[in-house]
């Protein structure tokens, strides 16, 4: 049976902002960046401090009996907790005050004042906790789009789902595994909208799922202090090996107006390819004017034009070698 490869993420160290503009960021792969001055976080923000300096403001949690979110099935709640309890509750594996089980786990997603429209920005909803994290000169001021704290319970799984910004994702404490899969293997992951529904990555039902095998994937464990860059449309999945806190930063890199403009989450698809699926969807109903056997040929040959037209002539399995194979 076909084996699906795996890939070790680059980890660089020493790297400034100069490096990475100039060597890193043009490469549009993942790369771990270990030893980057992310500011007294790494030694502040022990829980006591964080219960303190981060308040009492509710804050609005996923609640789940069991480690694997599943966003299709919906097995975990939405529930507010003062930041205080949310913290001393994440970070305990019992609970002598809980939701759904003693034993639920937590994941904050920190979100702006208003949720509809403003994106999560830890400078106005937990300022006292932001002044410790310094995020790093990469991007230029106006590319800015969010900094989102990611604070989860041991053993706690996000789904695999892709966003439309690029990202840094900081571990400040805890250790986290980060898997990741390339846009060129979309057609490999199963999606539906910016998810895929494949959850169990690391035993996947191959009989639901068999083209899954044919995706590459890649992995990172993220220690406290390790920087993740995760460009644009790369499929990410995390699990938290400890209780652990992170901030995530999304950033621009295409011009502002191809952003959709009603998206606090940085995951709306951009604005020209969200135009084109709808024009792909007016030009498929024309085609329904045709009887089966044509629509099949005219299809074909129109999946033949987009591949001629859109697909990179780098191929990603060539560029693949750049990194060690671990299988
Ligand atoms: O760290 C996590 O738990 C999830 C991170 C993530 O999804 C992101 O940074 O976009």
């Known amino acids: 049976m076909e084996k699906q490869k795996k890939m070790t993420v680059p980890v660089f160290t020493g790297v400034d902002s100069e490096v ?10 993942p790369v771990v960046l270990r030893g980057v001055a992310l500011g007294p976080c790494l030694d502040k923000w022990t829980l006591e401090y964080l219960a303190e300096r ?22 975990f709640v939405y529930r507010t907790l003062p930041f205080d309890k949310f913290i001393q509750r994440a970070a305990e594996k019992k609970h002598p005050d809980f939701f759904l089980c003693e034993e639920e786990r937590y994941y904050l997603r920190s979100l702006g004042e208003d949720v509809r429209k403003e994106p999560a920005d830890l400078n106005k909803q937990f300022p006292d906790l932001a002044e410790d994290f310094h995020i790093p000169e990469f ?4 590319q800015f789009f969010s900094s989102v704290f990611r604070i989860s319970s041991c053993g706690l799984q996000l789904w695999t789902h892709y966003d439309v910004m690029d990202n840094l994702l900081a571990q400040v404490t805890g250790k986290k595994r980060v898997v990741l899969y390339s846009p060129q293997d979309a057609l490999h992951l199963y999606l539906s909208g910016d998810k895929s529904e494949i959850l169990d990555i690391d035993s996947p039902d191959l009989g639901r799922f068999p083209e899954f095998v044919k995706a590459c994937r890649y992995e990172c464990v993220l ?59 007016r030009a498929l109903h024309i085609l329904d004017e045709l009887p089966p056997d044509y ?5 074909r040959r129109m999946v033949l034009r987009i591949q ?15 990194s060690d194979p671990e299988s």
């Open 20 to 29: 990475f503009r100039r060597d890193i960021y043009p490469m549009r792969r």
């Open 308 to 322: 001629n037209r859109t697909y990179c002539s780098q191929q990603d399995g060539a560029a693949r070698g750049d």
């Open 295 to 299: 629509r099949d040929f005219y299809g």
């Open 139 to 142: 991007f230029e001021p106006d």
């Open 223 to 281: 220690e406290p202090g390790d920087l993740l860059f995760i460009p644009a449309l790369w499929f990410h999945n995390t699990l938290a090996l400890q209780f652990g806190v992170g901030v995530n930063i999304f950033w621009r890199h295409l011009p502002a107006e191809k952003y959709d403009k009603k998206d606090p989450y940085g995951n709306k698809d951009p604005v020209p390819a969200t135009r084109t699926l709808q024009a792909l969807e």
């Open 54 to 75: 981060g308040g009492m403001c509710g804050v609005k949690v996923h609640v789940s009996t069991v480690p694997q979110l599943d966003f299709r099935n919906k097995n």
